[in-house]
């Protein structure tokens, strides 16, 4: 069951950078903060891969291919997660997931690198 909202995706160049949103509407996100928030990515005929999490605490992690690249981010009070990505390369192209404590996901969103 799709839970979770994401919007940002699109075509950039490589160099280039996006924001992607996730917004968690769903009234079992009530209390949203205590909840741990990540982003993953899925390339076309390859594996889901973690790109980014943010704990309750704001602890942060990262793939190593992003790392110096990307920064995840949370509002509580808006109940939303972000993903700045920069410098994007062509190998960053996935449709990019959000999760949330590893059990709920949205719909995902296409982030094409190309010129």
């Known amino acids: 069951q799709v839970l979770l909202v994401e919007s940002g995706g699109g075509l950039v160049q490589p160099g280039g950078s996006l924001r992607l949103s996730c917004a968690a509407p769903r009234s079992i996100f009530s209390v949203f903060s205590a909840y741990d928030m990540a982003w993953y990515r899925q390339a076309s005929g390859n594996q889901r891969e973690l790109v980014a999490r943010?704990?309750?605490?704001?602890?942060?992690n990262y793939a190593d291919s992003v790392k110096g690249r990307f920064t995840i981010s949370r509002d509580n009070s808006r109940k939303r997660v972000y993903l700045q990505m920069n410098n994007l390369k062509p190998e960053d192209t996935a449709v990019y997931y959000c999760?949330?404590?590893?059990?709920?996901w949205g719909q995902g969103t296409q982030v094409t690198v190309s010129s």
């Open positions: 943010i704990t309750s605490s704001r602890t942060t």
């Open positions: 999760n949330a404590q590893s059990s709920y």
